[in-house]
T-cell receptor
Framework: AQTVTQSQPEMSVQEAETVTLSCTYD???????LFWYKQPPSRQMILVIR??????QNATENRFSVNFQKAAKSFSLKISDSQLGDTAMYFC??????????????FGKGTLLTVNP | DTAVSQTPKYLVTQMGNDKSIKCEQN?????MYWYKQDSKKFLKIMFS???????INETVPNRFSPKSPDKAHLNLHINSLELGDSAVYFC????????????FGAGSRLTVL
């Protein structure tokens, strides 16, 4: 079974600064995807970024980038130029690609990020 | 033009009652899920359907019964509600042959009194 660990229950950052959220995972799979989702106070789950395990290049989406270390099973999220609207719960998630249509996301427990003005 | 829509968004009911939550997606996806988010915000998968066929059934009490009349709909019926069923229930969908990104609904907050 896969497990996802987010060791920082809460973090805070000043507006315009950079923050990094940590995530580690445990799996014996070789083919999988990793995701970061954010959940603002509105409760909606919003995809932030996705990384395919077979790609060595780290994924980037505007101000959001990841540091994917496959051997270390680490998948951290860096948010640059933090904005007030980035305040949310951030979930790291794992999806294995074997098993046919048996795709499921396994989530970490989340990190509550607060961006302060 | 909501992609994944759930109804109702809020549900307050008494212990012992039976209730249903409905989910519909208009994305042309073939795989749908139910996730439960508890009071500590932990998200755990409950069920997954692919083309109306049950694929994933985690260790969920049999008071919970999902039904998928077609691949665009996945409903969740809960019998004999208990206090511990209070949570936010999320529906999600994806295309199994695609990028495997799950699109989530807005969630349905169930409160059992």
């Amino acid at each position: 079974a896969q497990t996802v660990t987010q060791s920082q229950p809460e973090m805070s950052v000043q507006e315009a600064e950079t923050v990094t959220l940590s995530c580690t995972y445990d799996t014996s799979e070789n083919n999988y995807y990793l995701f970061w989702y954010k959940q603002p106070p509105s409760r909606q789950m919003i995809l932030v970024i996705r990384q395919e395990a077979y790609k060595q290049q780290n994924a980037t989406e505007n101000r959001f980038s990841v540091n994917f270390q496959k051997a270390a099973k680490s998948f951290s999220l860096k948010i640059s130029d933090s904005q007030l609207g980035d305040t949310a719960m951030y979930f790291c998630a794992f999806m294995k690609l074997s098993g046919g249509s048996n795709y499921k996301l396994t989530f970490g427990k989340g990190t509550l990020l607060t961006v302060n003005p | 033009d909501t992609a994944v829509s759930q109804t109702p968004k809020y549900l307050v009911t008494q212990m012992g009652n039976d209730k249903s939550i409905k989910c519909e997606q208009n994305l042309g996806h073939d795989t749908m899920y139910w996730y439960k988010q508890d009071s500590k915000k932990f998200l755990k998968i409950m069920f997954s359907y692919n083309n109306k066929e049950l694929i994933i059934n985690e260790t969920v009490p049999n008071r919970f019964s999902p039904k998928s009349p077609d691949k665009a709909h996945l409903n969740l019926h809960i019998n004999s509600l208990e206090l511990g069923d209070s949570a936010v229930y999320f529906c999600a969908s994806t295309i199994s042959s695609g990028a495997n990104v799950l699109t989530f609904g807005a969630g349905s907050r169930l409160t059992v009194l």
